[in-house]
């Protein structure tokens, strides 16, 4: 028997988001699906768990499209929670763990949010933001019953939610239907919802398992958020091709390189700054030597980084990777192009077709700059309850056809990419980011490659600050190199050396540390803001 009672029947090719567990738990029940700490889930127990809380949250009322919050650290309860509220019609939120409870409070408000899967702790700590949320209706912890509020939402553990046995029962769903809404960065300070279907995840996950060739034997670390796009992917990845996914809330880098040993990890997905940090560390035999690939995603990763990984991982193959939350995955880079154009993000995933266009929607020439368009499966619903963001972002793919009267709708990414003769695709910048100065357009991307391949620093991020003279100075804020000393002097004569002079920056500015976003990326809205008044004096 399948979900609910129904009849199951095994499927060729899995069509909705939790059937990517269901039919491995069919097909190879005793399969490893999912590890946390010293405790291990094969896929037959997996999907077990999941139709239980599937059939609770149904019988607590949770209905069809309505949202179920999940605030927590990755544990098994988090898996469970999110495929089960997709088992039961319903959409899951996953929210980053290291938000604060005004960011909770603001997502828990916009998607209206009516039941919240959470820890006693943290329900605790979201106390006055739950207060304000009047859509909420239940909260449940995963470790026990949070102390009820008068006149607020019903307070439950795990157990008793997932053995909830009331009226309720799901209504059909098919692939069209939304599953969840990940919260992206947004430009006006509060993030936005992205709104994923069903269709979108599980075109996601078979596309890119195709592409890095996932099996049932890889064992893929989980390293990122579970709210950040690609960290998400490495559940539905994994569970397409019937892996395993080892669940990892690290506290230092060398906690990542530490689980890679113990579980003998197959695959790791992790963005720039992170990558930066590992390739620091001495990485044993034991750590690298199951590893098939490791992938890079949300920013170009530094040659010199890239180089260093390949050393200590030399069985490994490197995927270039570029994504957007809107799509979740666009390009990837063929490994064995790497040593030829490693500054290329690569073509399109299989079942994406990407283009470069102009702001008229004309289609670029060979080496000419202009936006990346994502047209195909992946493209998501939209932005929740933002008609306006949506409009500018979602709008009709180029080159349709006149005949057809609905528009198909393509992201319009907001990246400058250029493609080149062999049709390999670069980044060039964010449309919103790029310097100007001097007259010059500059990738800040471009600067910072530049500056990583000198080894004088450890992290770096390069911004246009407002110039009296130049319209943007740049300025670059660095941490030091692993020798803890920053030269700021030679920095400056290796980037006269290796730059014309509109590039070189005017200012470099030494950190401990550069501030990150909830995903781990470097927060440059919050950068650009606090150093604006940089160049003031010249003005006076």
């Not at 809380?53 to 209905?63: P, T, Y």
């Not at 270039?320 to 990837?332: C, H, V």
Request: glycine share 8%; net charge neutral.
């Amino acid at each position: 028997m399948g979900l609910f009672g129904s009849p199951s029947l095994c499927r060729v090719m899995s069509e909705l988001l939790h059937h990517l567990v269901q039919d491995t738990a069919q097909r190879s029940p005793s399969l490893c699906a999912l590890i946390y700490k010293d405790q291990a889930l094969d896929y037959h127990a997996l999907w077990q768990r999941i139709e239980l809380a599937a059939r609770g949250f149904a019988g607590l009322g949770l209905k069809r499209g309505e949202r179920l919050g999940v605030y927590l650290d990755k544990r098994h309860e988090t898996v469970v929670a999110m495929f089960a509220a997709a088992a039961a019609g319903s959409v899951f939120v996953p929210i980053n763990p290291i938000l604060k409870p005004r960011q909770v409070g603001y997502i828990l408000r916009d998607c209206n949010v009516r039941l919240l899967v959470t820890s006693r702790q943290r329900a605790a700590d979201l106390a006055e933001e739950i207060a304000t949320c009047p859509d909420l209706a239940w909260v449940v912890s995963v470790d026990e019953s949070a102390p009820g509020m008068a006149g607020g939402p019903t307070r439950l553990s795990w157990q008793e939610a997932v053995a909830a046995r009331g009226p309720g029962s799901p209504a059909r769903i098919i692939d069209t239907d939304m599953t969840a809404i990940l919260y992206t960065s947004g430009s006006t300070g509060n993030p936005k919802g992205v709104v994923l279907s069903h269709r979108n995840m599980v075109a996601g996950a078979k596309s890119v398992s195709q592409y890095l060739e996932n099996g049932p034997s890889d064992r893929i670390l989980s390293v990122l958020p579970l709210s950040f796009d690609a960290g998400l992917s490495q559940l539905t990845t994994a569970f397409a091709a019937g892996a395993r996914v080892v669940l990892l809330n690290y506290l230092l880098p060398r906690d990542v390189v530490r689980a890679c040993a113990e579980a003998e990890i197959t695959g790791l997905t992790g963005v720039p700054p992170l990558w930066i940090q590992l390739a620091e560390l001495e990485w044993p035999e034991a750590a690298a030597r199951a590893m098939r690939y490791f992938a890079n995603t949300g920013g170009r990763m530094p040659r010199a980084t890239l180089d260093r990984l390949r050393a200590v991982m030399p069985k490994a193959k490197p995927y270039l990777m570029y994504g957007l939350t809107e799509a979740f995955r666009s390009t990837y880079l063929d490994p064995a192009e790497v040593d030829r154009r490693p500054d290329s993000i690569g073509k399109a995933i299989p079942n994406a077709e990407i283009l470069v266009v102009r702001p008229n929607g004309e289609k670029c020439g060979p080496d000419e700059e202009g936006e990346l368009v994502h047209r195909g499966a992946l493209v998501a619903l939209g932005y929740w309850n933002d008609a306006e963001k949506t409009a500018l972002r979602f709008r009709p793919a180029p080159g349709q056809p006149s005949g057809i009267c609905l528009p198909e709708i393509a992201v319009w990414s907001g990246d400058r990419v250029r493609r080149d003769a062999e049709g390999f695709l670069y980044f060039v910048g964010r449309l919103d980011e790029m310097i100007k100065t001097s007259g010059y357009r500059v990738s800040p991307t471009e600067v910072e490659e530049v500056i990583y391949s000198t080894g004088l620093v450890g992290a770096v991020a390069a911004l246009g600050v407002p110039h009296p003279r130049l319209g943007q100075g740049i300025v670059v804020v660095a941490t030091p190199p692993a020798d803890g000393r920053l030269d700021e002097e030679a920095l400056l004569v290796a980037c006269r050396r290796n730059m014309p002079q509109y590039m070189v920056p005017l200012l470099v500015i030494e950190r401990t540390s550069l501030p990150r976003n909830p995903n781990g990326k470097i927060d440059r809205k919050l950068l650009a803001h606090e150093l604006a008044a940089s160049f003031e004096r010249e003005s006076a």
